[in-house]
């Protein structure tokens, strides 16, 4: 095993998602060459490891570095992302008769989204594995976070979006000083034009989990809440599910702080569930069983960019999370998402983006079906701030 001194890092290798295979955790990798599919970071979880390990005086998702994969702290691309809190929503849980309602707000990162977690990890390994450039396809908000991490870096970067994504989000790109080109369609074509661009590699495609370390920054949330809640776990987790990074991610922390003892044996995990929009519900659509997967699926625009992703390559391990959760996946429609904005304004003081809204929505419909009991603990993830999505709804408020 190599550790470095500098972050006692405790990776290990890669592996492939579908078959295990390992791949080398210390040079550039992307996709599994034996299936296409999505690189899995594992590490040492059997030497014990304290939770005294947590750098505490760091607030920042870097508090967790021996369960990341940076092997030299030169390399830390940051701007003080993660660590964000986890607020009572007291107002709302008495309306609706809630024992215990909380929501983690990712909104309070740099650049406004949880997206910075994934993508200073990624710009941070891309740095120590002496990348020049990268590229990304986006709804949004991993684009904003990923040219503001570049320019840290100084590192070259390219974004492209869908022509109708809101000016802000496309701004702040600007601002940062990387090169933007905006593609007719969704996410997906997006990703078609990075790949014609990119046939050459010059640049690392930071997609999701076309390569392996966003979902390492990612997984940072589910240490976070475990810390924050004493070392116990919410009842039901409600995510916003684009790409799913982050859902995979949230899992993933949680199966290793179990291996590591950090969770103690009476803990239960959590049921995770995906929330998805009404206008694009991939995923829905598969964990439902009326298409056999997302590979040919059409979605629409969302008020919700984050949400439209109509054929994430991370389907097969979401599901995997929502199975072995017991979880399920839901779908909201864009009025629904537009009352619960107004709603978690109105009684908490809370401007969340659309995705954040929606899995508000998701709770109360989970609640209504009893799916839900309002004895649990539910955790809402909202992933990032109600200010950019303005543009989108814009004029909608007494809708």
Known sequence: MTICAETSSRITNLECSVCGAPYSAFKLQRLSICHGMPLIARYDLQDPLSKASIHSVE???????????????????????????????????????LRSLLLKDEGKNPTGSFK???????ISKAKE?????????????????????????????????????????REECYWYGAEVHLIDGLINDCAA??????????????????????????????????????????????????????????????????????????????????VQAENC????????????????????????????????????????????????????????????????GKQEGLFVAPEGAAVWMAARQLLASGWISADEQILLLNTGSGQKYLENVEGRFDQ
């Open 59 to 97: 607030g920042s998702m870097w508090r967790y570095r021996e369960l990341l994969p940076l092997l030299d702290d030169e390399n830390r691309v940051s701007l003080g992302e993660g660590f964000t809190p986890i607020i009572t929503l007291q107002n709302l849980a008495n309306r609706y008769n």
């Open 116 to 122: 910075a977690r994934g993508l200073s990890m990624a």
């Open 281 to 344: 519900q991939p995923l829905v659509e598969t964990f439902l069983g009326r298409q056999a997967n997302s590979q040919q699926y059409n979605g629409r625009p969302t008020i919700a960019n984050g949400l439209a992703v109509p054929r994430p390559i991370g389907e097969p391990l979401m599901l995997d999370v929502l199975r072995e959760s017991q979880g399920t996946a839901v779908s909201i429609s864009e009025d629904e998402m537009l009352e619960g904005m107004r709603e978690l």
């Open 193 to 274: 034009w990075v790949r014609e661009t990119n046939t050459d590699n010059h640049l690392l495609d930071v997609s999701t989990l076309k390569e392996p370390y966003r979902i390492e920054g990612k997984k940072t949330m589910g240490y976070e809440i475990a810390e924050q809640l004493g070392w116990q776990l919410p009842d039901v987790l409600l995510y916003p599910a684009g790409g799913g990074t982050g859902l995979i991610g949230i899992w993933k922390a949680f199966r290793e702080m179990q291996a590591l003892g950090w969770l103690s044996a009476d803990v239960k995990l959590p049921r995770m569930v995906a």
């Open 129 to 169: 594995l002496g990348v020049q450039g990268c590229i990304i396809p986006t709804a949004g908000n991993a684009g904003v976070a990923m040219a503001a991490y570049c320019a840290k870096a100084g590192m070259r970067a390219v974004v492209a979006m869908p022509r109708h994504t809101p000016k802000a989000f």
